[in-house]
């Protein structure tokens, strides 16, 4: 069974500063994982994904994430807040094959001007 | 079209009244998948399709939920008798599944929702 747990349900960043949104998992085989970003009214859109290549993964719009498999962590992280990044975002775990996605309850990033 | 597409978007079912959500995947993906989104959650599986055959349903919450992708197209999630609790974002997400594990892992494109209120 795989789950996944995003630490903060809101987190809230001044523009210019550090996001970093966290993301632990779990699964009983190696996992895939992915960030999703969701505005408002719209579908998910995928921002990275890890698929057992390079453990740090750069996505669209700046963001990053590594996977650490001692800390069963996948942490979103982006240097400098913008304003447009102000969304959720969805952690979500799957196996190999790709038949689903479990995703977390999300967090939703709030960016001050 | 590109993308994915759901309709309608939006949907007001009164209790007791059955409704159907339709899923346009994007062209020639074999894979289709149908999530639910309660308000204030992450989406929830609900059911799989490869092609026209539904490989797995466990999601679906009762048996008032029916999916089927007769033609390997096109996607219908029909809900039977609905209650207040079926209010929810309905998604549904394609892909291309090729390369499903060898390390080429198939992306889901996601439509962009039919909202059901149930009322």
Known sequence: ?113 | GAGVSQSPRYKVAKRGQDVALRCDPISGHVSLFWYQQALGQGPEFLTYFQNEAQLDKSGLPSDRFFAERPEGSVSTLKIQRTQQEDSAVYLCASSLAEGAGLGIYPEAFFGQGTRLTVV
């Open chain 1, 1 to 113: 069974a795989q789950s996944v747990t995003q630490l903060g349900s809101h987190v809230s960043v001044s523009e210019g500063a550090l996001v970093l949104l966290r993301c632990n998992y779990s699964s009983s085989v190696p996992p895939y994982l992915f960030w999703y970003v969701q505005y408002p009214n719209q579908g998910l859109q995928l921002l990275l994904k890890y698929t057992s290549a390079a453990t740090l993964v750069k996505g669209i719009n700046g963001f990053e994430a590594e996977f650490k498999k001692s800390e069963t962590s996948f942490h979103l992280t982006k240097p400098s807040a913008h304003m447009s990044d102000a969304a959720e975002y969805f952690c979500a775990v799957s196996d190999p094959y790709g038949n689903k996605l479990v995703f977390g309850a999300g967090t939703i990033l709030r960016v001050k001007s």
